[in-house]
Each structure stands twice: as C-alpha cells, then as structure tokens.
C-alpha cells in the first residue's frame, strides 16, 4: 500500500535563508509524487509533480523537488524563502498516472518564516 | 472560469442533523473528489467519482454518502452528523487523459463544527 511520511510537523526559517521540505513514500512500483502548498484558510495548490524522467524537478513560486529513488524520496527544496512562502505543504504519492488512481498525501509541514 | 467552488463555507450542526455539501466545477472535469482534513492527518480521501452517475469509496467513507448526478457537481451528503465529522472539507477535480499528467484542482473548502 502507498503512504507518505512528512518527518517535519512544523519547520520555521529565517527570510532569505535556503529551505529543504522531507518527504519519503513507500510503494512498491515507480510512484507518481505531488507537492502541493496550502495557505492559510485557502485551497491546496500544485507546486510541482514527477511523474518520470529528470529526478530534478522544477515547480511554480521558485520551488524544486528532487526525487531518490534508493532513499525513497522526494524533497522539496527552495533556495531563499519569502514571508509569503509561510504555509502548509502536503507531499502526495500516486499509483499511477492517470489522477483517478487514490492519491496519498502526507500529514502535512507547516513552514513559518522568522522576519 | 470560477474553478472549483464548495457551498456553504462555514457549517454549524447539532449531532443527529443532516446536511449536503456542494461542489461545483467549471472545467468539465470527468473526475471528482472529496477529501476531509484533520489536525496533523493531512488530506483523506472519503469518496470519488469517475464519471456523471458513478461513485467510489474512498478511504474514510463511513457516515458520508454521495451522489454525481450531472457531470459539473459532486454532492456529499452526512445523514446523521457526528461529533467526529468536525472536519474541514475540500472537494477537488481533475481531467481525464491518459497522455496527460493529470493535477487535481481544490476547492477552497467548507469548514463544518459538529457539536
């Protein structure tokens, strides 16, 4: 069975400084994994997806992700946050291509920023 | 395009009551969803639909029931309402193609206090 662990309940960091989101997922065949960002009172939005091919995934607001198979991860990274970056992020894995399949999604890693 | 819309936004119930969320999409999307999110569970899957006129459980589906009677809404119904359905509420939808990566689009949700 797919499922998803966010190690990181909440995860503060200063403005500007370098940002790395933990994701790791057990499935047994080659997953579909989402990273979706969810502000305060609003929706979930897709950050970024990987389906298959370049492990190095690039993805809306400056934010990349990079999947490792032999870790079974897929972390979410981004080079200097904003304050507006202060959200919840959700890791999700898929069994298959086609979004009809169940999608898993982690517990989620509230990020705030430190001015 | 008004995207995914839920109504109402915010629900107060007495146990016992009955109430129907409504989710609407504008995106002619074939595939429907309804997720609850809990404090530090992330998103669960409750029902889903693949189609007008057909449903699926998820994986939380008991006391909830559905319906998808034209392509555009995905209603969730709560026959008897439970403490335990205190709850914010997303419905999502997406596209069906299989040569395409599919995303699932959110909702803003519906914030229910069961009391």
């Known amino acids: 069975a797919q499922s998803v662990t966010q190690p990181d309940i909440h995860i503060t960091v200063s403005e500007g400084a370098s940002l790395e989101l933990r994701c790791n997922y057990s499935?047994?065949?080659?997953?579909?994994l989402f990273w979706y960002v969810q502000s305060p009172g609003q929706g979930l939005q897709l950050l970024l997806k990987y389906f298959s091919g370049d492990t190095l995934v690039q993805g809306i607001k400056g934010f990349e992700a990079e999947f490792k198979r032999s870790q079974s991860s897929f972390n979410l990274r981004k080079p200097s946050v904003h304050w507006s970056d202060a959200a919840e992020y959700f890791c999700a894995v898929g069994a298959s291509r086609s979004s009809a399949s169940k999608i898993i999604f982690g517990s989620g890693t509230r990020l705030s920023i430190r001015p | 395009n008004a995207g995914v819309t839920q109504t109402p936004k915010f629900r107060v119930l007495k146990t016992g009551q009955s109430m129907t969320l409504l989710c609407a999409q504008d995106m002619n999307h074939e595939y429907m969803y309804w997720y609850r999110q809990d404090p530090g569970m992330g998103l669960r899957l409750i029902h889903y639909?693949?189609?007008?006129?057909?449903?699926a459980k998820g994986e939380v589906p008991d006391g909830y029931n559905v319906s998808r009677l034209k392509k555009q809404n995905f209603l969730l119904g709560l026959e008897s309402a439970a403490p335990s359905q205190t709850s914010v509420y997303f419905c999502a939808s997406s596209p069906y193609d299989r040569a395409k990566d599919n995303e699932q689009f959110f909702g803003p949700g519906t914030r229910l206090t069961v009391l």
């Open positions: 499935y047994g065949a080659t997953p579909y």
């Open positions: 639909s693949v189609g007008e006129g057909t449903t």
